[in-house]
Nanobody, 122 residues
Framework: EVQLVESGGGLVQPGGSLRLSCAASGFTFSNYPMSWVRQAPGKGRVGLLC????????YYLNSVKGRFTISRDNAKNTVYLQMNSLKPEDAAVYYCAAQRHNCRGGDAVDKWGQGTLITVSS
């Protein structure tokens, strides 16, 4: 069974940091570019950034550049999202996703995680 399971979400104060993890199973993780996407309440899903199979990083959203970074550990079949300097507007459900082909904007998502909620509040 193909699975992407996110963890690490929760409540954080503005200016704080969190690291999300996404554990993959049921497919060859190292063959897939991986991305993080978020969905704020009442809004659509927004792609944040992506890491290719050779660890090249692409940012989709300028507002997270310099604050968020993505990494992967193919030995652990896990992708990470390190979030620093969090702002109230970063509050959302965060999803990891396996891209179908590459990290170019508009590429289809082949697999989705179930999401993890981030709340940014004092």
């Amino acid at each position: 069974e193909v699975q992407l399971v996110e963890s690490g979400g929760g409540l954080v104060q503005p200016g704080g940091s969190l690291r999300l993890s996404c554990a993959a199973s049921g497919f060859t993780f190292s063959n897939y570019p991986m991305s993080w996407v978020r969905q704020a309440p009442g809004k659509g899903r927004v792609g944040l950034l992506c890491i290719s199979t050779n660890d090249a990083i692409s940012y989709y959203l300028n507002s997270v550049k310099g604050r968020f970074t993505i990494s992967r550990d193919n030995a652990k079949n896990t992708v990470y999202l390190q979030m620093n300097s969090l702002k109230p507007e970063d509050a959302a459900v965060y999803y990891c996703a396996a891209q179908r082909h590459n990290c170019r904007g508009g590429d289809a998502v082949d697999k989705w995680g179930q999401g993890t909620l981030i709340t940014v509040s004092s």
